[in-house]
Nanobody, 115 residues
């Protein structure tokens, strides 16, 4: 059974940093496509960062240069380091794994950036 458990959300001031983590179980971790999405109130969910074992990470323009996706393969964890946070980054953040052509999602973690 595939399971994704996120942690690390919270409240920060503008310019602050947070690190989100997503523990993945039930997959061959090395074969995953791993990504982070977010959904702000009243908006559609958007893809903000993704990576695979064999490709460089890609980022949405809105987070490029501020966010970094990475993996800890032995621990099967996907991280999202978020620096220089802005109020417009306020959203629920979701970890996503594509494994054997199926998408799996974490429960979401709230990130709130106060001005």
């Amino acid at each position: 059974q595939v399971r994704l458990v996120e942690s690390g959300g919270g409240v920060v001031h503008t310019g602050g940093s947070l690190r989100l983590s997503c523990a993945v179980t039930g997959t061959n971790f090395a074969r995953n496509i791993m990504a982070w999405h977010r959904q702000a109130p009243g908006k559609q969910r958007e893809l903000i960062a993704s990576m695979t074992r064999d490709s460089s990470p890609t980022y949405a323009d809105s987070v490029k240069g501020r966010f970094t996706i990475s993996t800890d393969t032995p621990k099967k964890i996907v991280n999202l380091q978020m620096n220089n946070l802005r109020p417009e980054d306020t959203a629920v953040y979701y970890c996503n794994v594509r494994y054997l052509s199926r998408d799996y999602w974490g429960q979401g973690t709230q990130v709130t950036v106060s001005s």
